[in-house]
């Protein structure tokens, strides 16, 4: 069970990659390692302030950083919150897996009992 705080730091992690555009800078910001804003805007058809809103989100996040170099303010992203988000659905991975797992046995049990037309007679007779 996750406590108030990581639990909120994982609602904001995953709201920050409901959107496309946002998962979209993060594959920027992995590629090239830094980017500045107006690089990051680039391939987005929308304005700069509109643009800003998205990045404004993955700050709260964590899941980037903005340092400041000169009259530049470039991004890097922060792999943390996605580490974070990637731990907890892999527990809930490990869940699912076992409970497969329990099922296959369960159908390849099934699938080796004898059906009722193949069981044997009193006589030994099918």
């Known amino acids: 069970m996750l406590?108030?705080?990581?639990?909120?730091?994982?609602?904001?992690t995953f709201a920050a990659l409901a959107d496309p555009t946002r998962r979209a800078v993060l594959a920027q910001l992995a590629d090239k390692g830094e980017a500045t804003v107006?690089?990051?805007?680039?391939?987005?058809?929308?304005?700069?302030?509109?643009?800003?809103?998205?990045?404004?989100?993955?700050?709260?996040?964590?899941?980037?950083?903005?340092?400041?170099?000169?009259?530049f303010r470039p991004c890097t992203i922060n792999p943390e919150?996605?580490?974070?988000?990637?731990?907890?659905?892999?527990?809930?991975?490990k869940l699912w897996e076992a409970r497969f797992d329990r099922l296959d046995a369960?159908?390849?049990?099934?699938?080796?009992?004898?059906?009722s037309t193949e069981k044997e007679d009193d006589n030994g007779q099918r």
Request: charged share 25%; no cysteine.
């Open 81 to 93: 919150p996605l580490k974070e988000a990637a731990d907890w659905l892999a527990d809930y991975r």
């Open 106 to 115: 369960l159908l390849a049990e099934l699938q080796s009992e004898p059906t």
């Open 38 to 71: 107006t690089e990051l805007a680039g391939p987005f058809d929308m304005s700069l302030p509109g643009f800003s809103r998205h990045l404004k989100v993955l700050e709260k996040a964590g899941l980037i950083e903005r340092s400041r170099q000169a009259q």
């Open 3 to 12: 406590n108030t705080s990581d639990a909120q730091i994982l609602d904001a």
